[in-house]
């Protein structure tokens, strides 16, 4: 995926999913992550329905399985809002991130690389709402961010400068 070969992850993530409901089912927390993995690999792809089935299904089983601060339920939901921000469901892709961004910050602090990409999706949703000011402050923290954690090489990195260009 991180290379762009999305056919090919979209690929391995089926076969993987298809293998973990077979040897785990449905609800195991693997299963679940990787109904997320193919879930983000959908988006790219623009397959929005799948996607949305998928990220749907791992949100409900992970949510009173795993509770609302585990990682993996707090990953499904960015994903999920992420999803809503591209459909152009704003109301609803903003109550996922505000939660997926405040039980990050809770759990992982304010620069953890998983809490800066929520920030950064936020700063998408907000552009994309049109309010440019907060979008232009989101990118800018997930940018300053990213780049202490993560060093300027990083695709993370790269990803929070465009959308800051943008």
Do not use: W
Not at 129 to 140: D, I, M, V
């Amino acid at each position: 995926k991180e290379q762009g070969r999305y056919e090919e992850a979209q690929q391995l993530c089926e076969t993987t999913l298809d293998t973990m409901r077979r040897v785990l089912g449905d609800e195991h927390s693997v299963t679940l992550r990787a109904m997320c993995s193919l879930g983000r690999i959908f988006i790219d792809r623009d397959l929005f329905d799948e996607a949305e089935q998928l990220l749907g299904e791992a949100l409900e089983c992970q949510r009173p399985k795993l509770g609302d601060e585990h990682d993996d339920t707090l990953e499904s939901r960015n994903a999920l809002a992420v999803l809503l921000t591209k459909q152009e469901n704003y109301d609803e892709a903003e109550t996922l991130f505000d939660e997926a961004l405040k039980g990050r910050q809770r759990k992982r602090g304010d620069d953890h690389p998983v809490t800066l990409e929520s920030i950064n999706d936020f700063g998408v949703l907000r552009r994309e709402q049109g309010n440019y000011e907060e979008a232009e402050s989101l990118l800018r923290q997930a940018l300053d961010g990213r780049l202490r954690k993560l060093g300027k090489d990083h695709p993370d990195c790269f990803e929070s400068m465009h959308e800051l260009a943008v």
